[in-house]
C-alpha cells in the first residue's frame, strides 16, 4: 500500500463535523476480496499471542481495517468526483479545514501528503484555479508563502466530511464515540511509532 501520511505538522484538529480520515490512498478494485477478508478462517499474523477468542478478534479486527480502507477510499473517491476534484487535492482541503483556520506552507503540505516539490506546486495551482484556495506572502518568512482555506475549499470539505459524519453516526452509537476514538487514536499512534522506528533505522 502506498501513501502512508506521516505524523502531521503542528496542526490541531477543531471539534466540529469530523475530516475525513487521512489514510492510504488504496485501490478501490478490490470486491472481490471483502467477504474473504472477513471471514472466519483469514490467517491472523504470525506475530499472534494470547488466547484463541484473542487471536479471533485480532484477526477480525485487521480484516475489518482492510475493508473499511477499502470502503473509505471508495467514498473518497466518489465525493472527490462529485466535486469535480482528485483525492489528493480532497485530502489537502480536508486538512487545511482541519486546522483551526490556521495556514500551511507548501513545504509541511508537502510533508503532510508525501508530494515532491514539483508534485505539491501543482497541487496548489489546480486547487486555486478552482478558487479553493490562496496562496498570500508569509510575514513570518518573507522567502515563503502561506495556503489558505478560502470560503469555496471550506465548502468542499464540509460536504466531504459531512458523509463521514453521517457513517460514523449511523454505526457508531454516542454513549461509545470516544471510546471508538480513544481506540482509532491508540492504533494511529502505535502505527506512527512503527514508521518512526522503520525510517530511523
Known amino acids: 500500500m502506498t501513501d502512508t501520511s506521516p505524523a502531521l505538522p503542528p496542526l490541531t484538529v477543531t471539534t466540529g463535523l469530523p475530516p475525513a480520515p487521512v489514510s492510504p490512498d488504496v485501490e478501490i478494485d478490490l470486491e472481490s476480496d471483502l467477504e474473504s477478508d472477513l471471514a472466519i478462517g483469514d490467517p491472523a499474523p504470525a506475530h499472534r ?9 485480532l484477526a477480525r479486527m485487521i480484516a475489518a481495517f482492510r475493508v473499511l480502507q477499502v470502503r473509505h477510499a471508495r467514498v473518497l473517491a466518489h465525493e472527490s468526483a462529485a466535486q469535480g476534484l482528485g483525492i489528493t487535492d480532497t485530502r489537502f482541503l480536508v486538512h487545511l479545514a482541519a486546522s483551526e483556520g490556521q495556514a500551511t506552507t507548501p513545504k509541511q503540505a508537502g510533508d503532510v501528503l508525501e508530494l515532491s516539490t514539483g508534485a505539491m506546486t501543482s497541487l496548489l495551482d489546480r ?21 489558505h482555506l478560502t470560503p469555496s475549499g471550506a465548502a468542499v470539505a ?44
Open 158 to 201: 464540509r460536504a466531504v466530511s459531512a458523509a463521514y459524519a453521517s457513517a460514523f453516526s449511523e454505526a457508531v452509537p454516542a454513549t461509545e464515540r470516544n471510546g471508538v476514538a480513544a481506540a482509532l487514536e491508540d492504533i494511529g499512534a502505535a502505527l506512527d511509532r512503527r514508521h518512526r522506528a522503520a525510517t530511523a533505522r
Open 127 to 147: 486547487l486555486e484555479r478552482h478558487g479553493h484556495l490562496e496562496r498570500r506572502p508569509n510575514p513570518g518568512d518573507r522567502r515563503s508563502i502561506l495556503v
Open 49 to 57: 499471542v494470547g488466547t484463541a477468542a484473542d487471536d479471533a478478534g
